[in-house]
């Protein structure tokens, strides 16, 4: 009956492709939480009135933040095409549709570090400094523990992000369930292709916020 | 233990500059709570930030334990900033963390090892009063509760100082009263050098033994807190000391004397009767009323403490002839009274 109904699913072809997603999603968060939390880190700490403050490195972090945010994502990747090239030796594949979901996420995940480290209260920090606390100190021991559970939410919206561009990189024969929606359910009409990569794709972001939601809850304390 | 040198501290507000603090200068002894009390804005949380350099003064010097802290490197300056305990009127409580590692925190960024940290923390606990609840957060305790935990972490460290911006303004009467004798306690108990900065004269009262008056970045008066209550000299001092005596002539009797023919008034007095330490409960008084001929009035009385030191303050009113008046007033003061003739 199922199988009547989806008669041009291939179980295998489906599962390579979920697995290529899953892989091109796992990395580029990998990536992009390496780059985007340092830099949002550093964006903080050098504004204004900040333990770090200055205002030349915090300008030019924000200007390319804006820069590469403004950006849309399918004009990203053609344009760093060379870097991705030189990056990972092909411009093809789920391998090069990493470097260009990461550079256009990091700037992304930056600014919701930004905030979520801007909410950490003024008097903690002010107090660690009265102890005697090193600016790495404040940085590991009371910045991020206590904007954990908004940092932890903003690496869920971006994950969730990632695997909306995760498809879209499909367009430029990333390989990927998106690959597989275009390549079948759009070019060859096979709806069925469609529905079902849809399906799992939506049931793939309904996951991922769940998990991060709960990660989120688990570490609040208030 | 404390010295500030002429200490200036001016803010850059929109390229302007504007003065918080003005020509401090002031000495605060091993082992004293020392008060500093003034109006909001006055200065006071600029003047104590100054003495751990959270707030780097304009100019001036801020000697701890005879460490001139302004001249030390950014690494040396952590290093001495360890030895100077600090809490805060919003606790500024890391809601991250267990109470248990709230009060470990300053321990653990001085690289202690994990049994001296379990010993010491627990220690405190205990002598904030709050063991058991060791495993729990901050957003679970009461304002009360969380200003012990702040204590308890000021003192991990065992600091030489340590320094309270409001710490009990955040809280009702009864729990500030908890937390004041527990800091008299530590006091007492460390030999602690305690600066402690606080709008309301009651805090004064019952616990400095200094107290300094700031008013416009200005310290505009200064001495040991029995001195400065019994007799002020600023105007701001004296509003200061009224927020806990507050006594004022009743219009009655400014009526009637102002009724009163000129010879008549010549035999009434009202006169502020001050004593303190022993003679508080020495009939001194009485001696004096006892023996001349006049009678007497209470219109108003407190016989309190401040600190660990007795006090009295009476004002009657006298009427007799006037010569017995005046002798009565020259017998109270030799006997060691401080009088004040109010009318
Ligand atoms: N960071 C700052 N930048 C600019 N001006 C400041 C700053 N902090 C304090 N001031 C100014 O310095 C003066 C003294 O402020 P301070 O905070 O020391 O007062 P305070 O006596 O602690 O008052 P309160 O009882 O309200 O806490 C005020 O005029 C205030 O506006
Ligand atoms: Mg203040």
């Not at chain 2, 009485?286 to 006049?294: I, M, P, Q, W, Y």
Request: proline share 4%; charged share 20%; with cysteine.
């Amino acid at each position: 009956m199922l199988s009547e109904l989806l008669v041009n699913v291939d179980p295998k072809e489906l599962w390579r492709t979920f697995g290529e997603t899953i892989y091109m999603v796992g990395f580029s968060t990998l990536f992009t939480a390496l780059l985007g939390l340092p830099l949002g880190i550093l964006v903080v700490l050098t504004s204004p009135g900040h333990l770090l403050q200055n205002r030349p490195v915090y300008q030019v972090l924000s200007v390319i933040i804006n820069i590469f945010r403004s950006l849309p994502f399918v004009i990203l990747m053609i344009m760093i095409l060379p870097f991705t090239k030189f990056l990972v030796g092909t411009s093809l594949g789920v391998e090069a549709a990493i470097p260009p979901l990461v550079i256009g996420s990091a700037p992304f995940l930056a600014r919701l570090v930004e905030v979520a480290l801007r909410e950490v209260d003024r008097g903690v920090i002010e107090m660690s400094q009265s102890m005697g606390a090193s600016t790495w100190q404040i940085i590991t021991r009371v910045l991020l523990p206590e904007a954990r559970p908004a940092i932890i939410a903003g690496i869920t919206i971006t994950t969730v992000g990632l695997v909306g561009y995760s498809a879209m990189a499909g367009i430029l024969g990333a390989g990927g369930l998106g690959d597989l929606a275009i390549r079948y359910g759009y070019q060859r009409f096979q709806t069925d292709v469609m529905i079902v990569t849809v399906v799992i794709i939506v049931g793939l972001v309904q996951v991922i916020q769940m998990v991060g939601d709960r990660l989120v809850l688990h570490f609040t304390r208030k | 233990m404390i010295h500030l040198q002429n200490l200036q501290k001016e803010y850059i507000v929109n390229k302007k500059s504007v003065p918080a603090l003005k020509q401090i200068d002031l000495t605060i002894e091993k082992g004293q709570i020392f008060g500093i009390i003034g109006h909001s804005g006055a200065g006071k949380s600029t003047l104590i930030r100054c003495i751990n350099l959270l707030e780097e003064p304009t100019q001036g010097s801020v000697i701890v334990d005879g460490v001139d802290l302004t001249r030390l490197s950014k690494k040396a300056l952590q290093e001495e900033r360890r030895h100077i305990g600090m809490i805060f009127q919003h606790f500024n409580l890391l809601s991250s963390a267990t109470i248990f590692e709230n009060i470990a925190f300053p321990l653990r960024l001085a690289k202690k090892d994990k049994g001296e940290i379990d010993r010491k923390v627990t220690e405190l606990l205990e002598l904030v009063g709050l063991t058991e609840h060791r495993n729990k957060y901050p957003a679970q305790l009461s304002g009360g509760q969380k200003q012990r935990v702040g204590i308890a972490r000021a003192l991990a460290n065992d600091p030489k100082v340590l320094l309270c911006d409001e710490a009990t303004s955040a809280l009702d009467p009864m729990t500030t009263q908890s937390i004041l004798k527990l800091l008299a306690d530590i006091n007492k108990k460390l030999g602690l050098t305690i600066v402690l900065i606080t709008h309301e004269m009651q805090v004064i009262r019952d616990i400095c033994d200094r107290v300094a008056v700031i008013d416009g970045g200005y310290i505009v008066e200064d001495g040991p807190v029995a001195e400065v209550f019994l007799s002020p000299q600023q105007p701001i001092t004296k509003e200061f000391v009224a927020q806990v005596s507050d006594f004022e002539i009743p219009a009655e009797l400014l009526a009637s004397y102002g009724r009163m023919a000129t010879d008549e008034r010549a035999n009434h007095r009202v006169v502020q009767v001050s004593f303190l330490g022993d003679t508080t409960f020495q009939p001194l008084m009485f001696e004096v009323l006892h023996s001349e001929d006049l009678t007497f009035n209470i219109l108003h009385g407190t016989i309190s403490r401040m600190k660990d030191t007795p006090y009295g303050r009476l004002v009657i009113e006298l009427q007799g002839d006037k010569a017995v008046l005046d002798r009565s007033v020259e017998l109270f003061r030799e006997r060691g009274l401080d009088v004040e003739v109010m009318l």
